[in-house]
């Protein structure tokens, strides 16, 4: 078996419920704590959104509201004006392109403010359960270089790495695992490589 196998076993094994934290119940849930979360934990936005789905239910709603309002909305965020910007932005395009239905393709999704591979890729997954490739956020990114999966900065080139080392049936799973390992063990600042399950086959074990 590959190293890169049995460090996705291994994985596998050790989170079986690794999921996205971010909590939504439809599309459009899904695509706005996505573009919130953008340099701002899970749990953050999560304490945000809870007010603001009850606020604003549909696309409508977010195309018709005032960016200064839905930025102090937002604000704990961080980012909240561009962000505000992206979102109502978006729902315009939705609402006078796709009537008000967050599109299901990734080019589709490519073509709204502030939407890039990363975020269409976790809107697909969790919301429509279609898999198109891999998210690529900090969490995957850093552990991606840390296990030697990529040499790559750059997150699409990450993501073409990854999507080349891996089964497609895998995809899916690639985000919410890494993830997990990502903020349970292997953190920035101090990577537990001792209580790290795969640090027989990290190249960067004990050396962070």
Same mark, same amino acid.
């Given at each position: !078996? ?9 994985? @596998?094994? %050790?989170? $079986? ?5 971010? @909590?939504?119940? %439809?599309?459009?849930? !899904?695509?706005?704590? %996505? ?7 899970? @749990?953050?936005?999560? #304490?945000? =959104? ?9 696309? *409508?709603?977010?195309?018709? *509201?005032?960016?200064? =309002?839905?930025?102090?909305? #937002?604000?704990? %965020? ?15 395009? #939705? ?17 709204? $403010?502030?939407? *890039?591979?990363?975020?269409?890729? +976790? ?10 490739? #891999? ?10 270089? &840390? !296990?030697? /999966? ?6 699409? @080139? ?7 080392? /891996? ?6 799973? +690639? ?24 640090? &027989?086959?990290? $190249? ?5």
């Amino acid at each position: !078996m590959r190293r890169e196998d049995k460090i996705l076993s291994i994985l @596998k094994k %050790t989170y $079986p419920r690794a999921k996205v934290a971010l @909590k939504f119940r %439809t599309p459009l849930e !899904m695509l706005v704590s %996505t573009i919130l979360s953008a340099q701002c934990t899970d @749990k953050r936005v999560n #304490i945000v =959104t809870e007010p603001l789905f009850k606020k604003y239910k549909s696309a *409508a709603d977010y195309a018709g *509201a005032d960016p200064k =309002t839905l930025g102090r909305d #937002i604000k704990s %965020t961080g980012f909240y004006r561009s962000k505000a910007k992206n979102i109502v932005n978006s729902c315009k395009i #939705i609402v006078n392109k796709y009537r008000g239905r967050v599109p299901d393709s990734m080019d589709a999704l490519l073509e709204l $403010p502030g939407v *890039a591979r990363k975020t269409a890729n +976790i809107v697909l997954n969790n919301a429509y359960g279609i898999v198109e490739g #891999i998210a690529v956020d900090t969490h995957v990114k850093r552990l991606s270089g &840390r !296990m030697g /999966f990529t040499g790559y900065d750059d997150p699409v @080139k990450i993501e073409q790495d990854l999507m080349a080392l /891996f089964p497609r049936k895998e995809w899916g799973r +690639i985000n919410d695992l890494l993830v997990t390992h990502g903020r349970e063990v292997c953190s920035a600042r101090a990577p537990q490589c001792a209580a790290c399950g795969v640090n &027989r086959f990290c $190249p960067s074990a004990f050396k962070v």
